[in-house]
Each structure stands twice: as C-alpha cells, then as structure tokens.
C-alpha cells in the first residue's frame, strides 16, 4: 500500500515544504528547522553580529580548530573541551550556517519528494498532509529539510530526478504511488539517487519500501459488509495504475467469488467525486440495485452521500424507489478516514491509518539508508483499523434489500 487517497492529486495542507521558484528554493517548514534555506527573521536578529567559530575561541582562549574539532564531534580534542565548546556556543548564540555545511561536504542534508498530483487535488484530501508533516517530523530532528516539488505528470516527475541528480540538489527522496511498470526505481538507481518507497513493494527490489496490506484491509471491510447482510457490492475505486488499487481490485474480486455476491462491480474514477457520484446514483436506479459502496477515499464517499441526501429530501426520487433520507441510502464505507466522515450525516464508516506515523516511518527508513546502514527489501506496517460508523449500522433485510434497525 502507498500513499493513498488519489493517485495523481494530494493535499500538502501545512506539511513542511518547499517548492522551487525561479531555479532557487523557498521554505515553509517550522520556524528554527532546517529546510534547506534560511527563513526570514526578525529586524533585530538580521542586524545583531553573527557568531562565528572565531568568537568561541577567543571567549574560550583556544584554537578555531579545536572549536571546530569539538562542535562536529571530532577525535582531536577531549570530552571535557567539547562540552566547553558546545556550551559557550549555545550561551552566545552561535548557530550552524548551512551554505558552510553544504560546501564543506558532499551532504545537502535535504531529502526530495517530488508527486507527480495535479494541484487542485490538494485541496480536498488530508492523507497527504498527515503523511508529508510525519516526514518532517522525522527529518527535522535529524537536521534534514524537505524540498516539495509537486509535478503534473509523471515525465516531470522524472525529469525532476535527473536535475535533482545532476545538481546534487538532494541527499536521497521519497516516492510514493508505485504504478504498474513503473520506471521511477530504475531510473532512481541508474541516477544513483538514495530512495525509498512508501508502497509498493517494488518488483525487483532496486528501493526498500514500507508498505500496508491492502488486500487483507478489503477482506475486512467485505466481511462487516456481508455480516451486516449486503450481497451487492460495488467498489469505486481510484486509479487502474497504480499497486494499491490493483490490490484492492484482485481482493474484492476474490472476495465476491468465494462468497457467491449476488452482485459486485468494480469502477474507476480517477478519484473525481463527481464521476463517483453519478455512477452511486445510477447503480441505486435499476431494478437491482446495489445495497453497499466502497470508495477509494472520504470525498468520493462524502460527495455521493451528499447527492443521495440532497435527491431524497427534495422529494426528487426519480429511479430511487421513494426512499426516505437517511434510512433509505445505501450502505457507505470509506478507504480513507478523516474528520470528513465524522462531520457528515449520516457519519462514514471508514479505514483509519496514522498518516502521520506512516511518514514518519518511511523517512526514518530513508534516513537510515542514507547513514549506511543495512535496511531489508520491503515490510508491511501499520495494520488499518476499520471504524465504523452510521453509514453501515443499518442491516439489509434480504428479502426486501431494505435496511433496518
């Protein structure tokens, strides 16, 4: 499993970022981390002398060596002396200047994530938000910054590695919704680019990935369904392309075979609410209608419950049999959770996953790798919870496909 919700849009909300501008960079990461370029600061600051290593050592009577030996823990000098040094260092003020650290070594200390999600995407779906924050939480207290540059394809995306390669603007990156025959892996090896997927796994093992187990999160929500009575299903998935919906796919389907569904359809939307709409409308207007949805992610479910709701209290009932609003609406449930399913009415039934911890795991992984040390080809994480809620509590009489207390 990747980052989910849409395959080519997100939302980065107030995740740390920053995006490119004119060939240069500007951030919008915590005051006081460090993100790849310095932040604006306070009149006074800007004025006020910098401290630099010269100062310490003439505070402490010895060498500009010694104090730069004790500040980056180098053999040379005693314990006794760095403590000393990193002290007096604190008490004057004294911070790390990045350009410094940069030419003086072949780290950037930056990390690059670079989704190819159309920017209207952004705004209507917060995994990415509690995902992208989670990276910075990890990444921050290691002294990395994170450069956001969202791309609106994925040749951009590509193109974005290579520059990123060529320039050695970045320590390693982040990749996130593997597709099928992806070429990201390969290229991200050829280039010789640190990375790491949250997803996958990859085919041939050239990125180490976390991901979570799609399918078993789908026998899930399948056998509350079929508990709760439902025997027609569909499934209004996402993107064909990309693994974690082929996941979902191949369960559901295995799913309705092994236990004879009266009904199942798989469809995919390309995570467009409206598309999810009016394919719930039409699949609730024949003579069979379907009892249960499973959508990709909140605002498809949302968005068709609100259609629903809106047909059934204005009295335009056309092709819905006369149901009354909320007892007459199918059964909804959600592969993403936020608090979108809770503010609605009826509330969601939902899959919950800590986005946050989520991305948090994934930039330690990648920090790791980028320390040197040993990390395994791909391990499944964070087991989904599936929280249900007022959109499935109804149970389906099956003689008459009606729900009821």
Same mark, same amino acid.
Request: aromatic content about 6%.
């Given at each position: 499993?990747?980052?989910?919700?849409?395959?080519?849009?997100?939302?980065?909300?107030?995740?740390?970022?920053?995006?490119?501008?004119?060939?240069?960079?500007?951030?919008?990461?915590?005051?006081?981390?460090?993100?790849?370029?310095?932040?604006?600061?306070?009149? @006074? #600051?800007?004025?006020?002398?910098?401290?630099?290593?010269?100062?310490? /050592? %003439?505070? !402490? &009577?010895? +060498?500009? $060596?010694?104090?730069?030996?004790?500040?980056?823990?180098?053999?040379?000098?005693?314990?006794?002396?760095?403590?000393?040094?990193? @002290? #007096?260092?604190?008490?004057?003020?004294?911070?790390?200047?990045?350009? /410094? %650290?940069? !030419? &003086?070594? +072949?780290? $950037?200390?930056?990390?690059?994530?670079?989704?190819?999600?159309?920017?209207?995407?952004?705004?209507?779906?917060?995994?990415?938000?509690?995902?992208?924050?989670?990276?910075?939480?990890?990444?921050?207290?290691?002294?990395?910054? !994170?450069?956001?540059?969202?791309?609106?394809?994925?040749?951009?995306?590509?193109?974005?590695?290579?520059?990123?390669?060529?320039?050695?603007?970045?320590?390693?990156?982040?990749?996130?919704?593997?597709?099928?025959?992806?070429?990201?892996?390969?290229?991200?090896?050829?280039?010789?680019?640190?990375?790491?997927?949250?997803?996958?796994?990859?085919?041939?093992?050239?990125?180490?990935?976390?991901?979570?187990?799609?399918?078993?999160?789908?026998?899930?929500?399948?056998?509350?369904?079929?508990?709760?009575?439902?025997?027609?299903?569909?499934?209004?998935?996402?993107?064909?392309?990309?693994?974690?919906?082929?996941?979902?796919?191949?369960?559901?389907?295995?799913?309705?075979?092994?236990?004879?569904?009266?009904?199942?359809?798989?469809?995919?939307?390309?995570?467009?609410?409206?598309?999810?709409?009016?394919?719930?409308?039409?699949?609730?207007?024949?003579?069979?209608?379907?009892?249960?949805?499973?959508?990709?992610?909140?605002?498809?479910?949302?968005?068709?419950?609100?259609?629903?709701?809106?047909?059934?209290?204005?009295?335009?009932?056309?092709?819905?049999?006369?149901?009354?609003?909320?007892?007459?609406?199918?059964?909804?449930?959600?592969?993403?959770?936020?608090?979108?399913?809770?503010?609605?009415?009826?509330?969601?039934?939902?899959?919950?996953?800590?986005?946050?911890?989520?991305?948090?795991?994934?930039?330690?992984?990648?920090?790791?790798?980028?320390?040197?040390?040993?990390?395994?080809?791909?391990?499944?994480?964070?087991?989904?919870?599936?929280?249900?809620?007022?959109?499935?509590?109804?149970?389906?009489?099956?003689?008459?496909?009606?729900?009821?207390?």
């Amino acid at each position: 499993m990747g980052v989910t919700g849409k395959g080519q849009s997100g939302r980065s909300g107030n995740a740390s970022r920053q995006t490119q501008r004119g060939g240069q960079s500007t951030s919008s990461s915590a005051r006081g981390s460090q993100a790849g370029v310095q932040e604006s600061e306070p009149t @006074e #600051a800007r004025n006020r002398p910098r401290v630099g290593l010269k100062d310490i /050592a %003439q505070e !402490l &009577g010895i +060498s500009q $060596t010694a104090v730069s030996f004790a500040i980056n823990d180098r053999p040379g000098v005693s314990d006794e002396t760095k403590r000393r040094v990193k @002290e #007096a260092a604190a008490a004057m003020g004294w911070s790390p200047a990045y350009a /410094a %650290q940069a !030419l &003086g070594s +072949s780290k $950037t200390m930056t990390v690059g994530f670079a989704p190819a999600r159309s920017a209207d995407g952004f705004q209507t779906e917060s995994f990415m938000l509690h995902f992208m924050a989670g990276i910075h939480s990890s990444l921050s207290t290691k002294g990395y910054g !994170l450069l956001y540059r969202p791309c609106a394809s994925l040749t951009e995306e590509l193109a974005t590695y290579r520059d990123w390669a060529r320039r050695r603007r970045v320590d390693g990156v982040i990749l996130v919704d593997l597709r099928a025959d992806d070429p990201r892996p390969a290229l991200l090896t050829e280039l010789g680019l640190p990375a790491v997927l949250a997803g996958g796994p990859d085919p041939v093992l050239n990125i180490p990935s976390l991901s979570i187990d799609d399918s078993r999160t789908m026998r899930t929500i399948l056998d509350h369904l079929a508990q709760m009575g439902h025997r027609s299903i569909a499934y209004l998935s996402g993107d064909e392309r990309l693994d974690y919906s082929q996941a979902r796919v191949e369960a559901f389907r295995s799913f309705a075979h092994k236990h004879a569904l009266e009904a199942s359809s798989v469809d995919f939307t390309d995570f467009d609410p409206a598309t999810a709409s009016a394919l719930t409308q039409s699949k609730l207007s024949g003579p069979h209608p379907f009892t249960a949805f499973i959508y990709e992610n909140e605002t498809m479910a949302a968005s068709s419950m609100r259609v629903l709701a809106e047909v059934m209290i204005r009295g335009d009932r056309g092709g819905l049999g006369g149901k009354r609003f909320p007892h007459g609406l199918p059964a909804m449930v959600s592969f993403e959770d936020s608090f979108v399913c809770e503010a609605t009415y009826p509330s969601i039934t939902a899959v919950h996953r800590d986005a946050g911890q989520y991305g948090t795991k994934v930039a330690n992984l990648l920090c790791r790798l980028l320390a040197g040390e040993p990390v395994s080809g791909n391990r499944r994480i964070l087991t989904p919870k599936l929280v249900v809620r007022e959109s499935t509590r109804l149970t389906v009489d099956p003689n008459h496909l009606d729900p009821v207390f």
